[in-house]
């Protein structure tokens, strides 16, 4: 498995958890401190500071410390992997549906690029 394999499932296995996509939200557009994360829950303060934990080392978050307070951010360039797996899973969808209409169709790729020339 190479490193950007390894980071996409870090991801994909940090975003499997409701509350770490719900922390991921409220930290999307804005830094929070981690005592108003955490207020927004119905779980202790250390299940949060487990879910943050998870979600810097997946990459998806940052940290900033200022004294003894701990501030969150997004970090958007942590779902990059993420978003180069989906796309590449997308495109191949598309692909693989093109290709299954077109045999419905009777047409292959060859009787497209001729249909193409002809117009």
């Known amino acids: 498995m190479t490193g950007a394999d390894d980071t996409t499932d870090r991801a994909l296995q940090a975003l499997a958890e409701p ?5 991921l939200r409220l930290v999307a557009h804005e830094e929070l401190p981690a005592t108003r994360i955490a207020e927004q829950f119905e779980v ?3 299940a949060i500071s487990q879910h943050l934990t998870v979600l810097k080392g997946a990459g998806l978050l940052s940290e ?7 501030f969150y951010r997004a970090r958007p360039e942590g779902l990059a992997g993420l978003r180069a797996f989906l796309d590449e899973m997308w495109a191949g969808s598309l692909d693989t549906a093109r290709r299954l209409v077109e045999a419905e169709r009777g047409l292959s790729d060859t009787d497209e690029r ?5 117009g």
């Not at 900033?64 to 701990?70: A, I, N, S, V």
């Not at 001729?114 to 002809?118: I, L, V």
């Open 44 to 46: 202790s303060r250390t």
């Open 19 to 23: 509350r770490r996509r719900a922390i």
């Open 64 to 70: 900033r410390r200022e004294g003894t307070r701990r």
């Open 114 to 118: 001729e249909e193409g020339r002809a």
